[in-house]
């Protein structure tokens, strides 16, 4: 089953939204979710998956529907991943 959010837009040192108000506000006003949630609704690849089941800890997850967007933090950067038809891409 594919999921709705498989395109990875960029991270936060990039930043995908082009305006740093915009970013900020899709950091600010996600809430965090549980990974269960995430992995449900995000399409990640091998070498991702491997990565948050070898450092499990190290991740947090958040999702920002207002912005159409879900994300995870890993030291300190963020990832965003968006659906196909996002104004972001």
């Known amino acids: 089953m594919m999921k709705e959010y498989d395109i990875l ?48 800890d190290d991740f947090t997850y958040y999702s920002n529907l207002k912005y159409g967007t879900y994300f995870f933090t890993w030291s300190g950067i963020e990832y965003f991943y968006v659906k196909e038809d996002s104004i972001y891409l």
């Open 9 to 56: 837009i960029g991270t936060c040192v990039d930043n995908p939204f082009k305006e740093l108000e915009i970013l900020e506000d899709v950091i600010d006003t996600s809430r965090e979710i549980t990974k269960e949630t995430f992995m449900r609704n995000v399409e990640l690849d091998e070498d991702t998956r491997y990565q948050m089941r070898t450092f499990s």
